[in-house]
């Protein structure tokens, strides 16, 4: 990304501008997905690469395949399990990406994976155990899983006509992305993109930050699955 870049404060409605100064999200604490991940052989890795340019590619069902293979294997991290549940929602098999990342309890196998687990979710209509895998998300201690957590919550609050408190979670990206962009994330920048631009209707112009957080995203890593 280019340094320096920064959401336009000014385009906050002045309610909510006060906060403008308060630094809400520290640098992303991803020690645990980069261990499991860079634990894993690099075959393996190579071949979770080769599976997401399957999907990208439209090859649907040697994508499934390939990422089901990768997640059988003793050892394969969160990232495989979060990735082939994503490659199922695509294809509309919600109820099989919810057995991918959900253990016997019915919560996610690991942190990372709650926010996949209530998508799937709240896909099928389940949005109490969505709203609850979201939650679980929010109060990670990993900075995207977090990150993302709070949208989603954001996003079922806005849904369900609670539109002050999801304005209030929206308003927070701001935050995320102006006091270090260069630390966050692909899945982050596109969360920031997604809030900013819900609070767009306050501000029409801040349709231009969401972009500009997209643009942001697919520079950080276009091998992202989203």
Do not use: C, H, K
């Not at 993109?193 to 942001?216: E, I």
């Amino acid at each position: 990304m280019t340094p320096g870049r920064r959401v336009d404060d000014s385009r906050r409605s002045p309610r909510r501008r006060w906060r403008a100064n308060r630094s809400w999200l520290g640098a992303s604490l991803l020690a645990a997905v980069l261990a499991a991940t860079v634990a894993w052989a690099p075959v393996e890795a190579q071949s979770l690469d080769q599976a997401r340019e399957l999907l990208r590619t439209g090859s649907d069902d040697e994508a499934l395949e390939a990422f089901r293979a990768l997640a059988r294997r003793d050892g394969a991290p969160p990232t495989v399990l979060r990735d082939y549940a994503l490659a199922l929602m695509e294809v509309g098999r919600y109820d099989d990406a919810r057995e991918v990342v959900a253990g016997p309890d019915g919560q996610a196998r690991a942190p990372e994976l709650e926010n996949v687990l209530g998508e799937a979710l709240a896909a099928v209509g389940r949005l109490e155990e969505a709203e609850a895998a979201f939650r679980r998300a929010a109060a990670s201690q990993a900075g995207p899983v977090r990150t993302v957590g709070r949208l989603n919550v954001g996003i079922l609050l806005w849904n369900r006509g609670e539109r002050g408190a999801a304005l209030d979670i929206f308003d927070s990206f701001i935050d995320v992305y102006n006091s270090g962009a260069d630390r966050l994330t692909a899945e982050e920048l596109m969360a920031v993109g997604v809030a900013v631009r819900y609070l767009s209707v306050t501000n029409p112009l801040l349709l231009q930050d969401a972009l500009m957080a997209f643009d942001d995203a697919a520079a950080a890593d276009p091998t992202d699955l989203r």
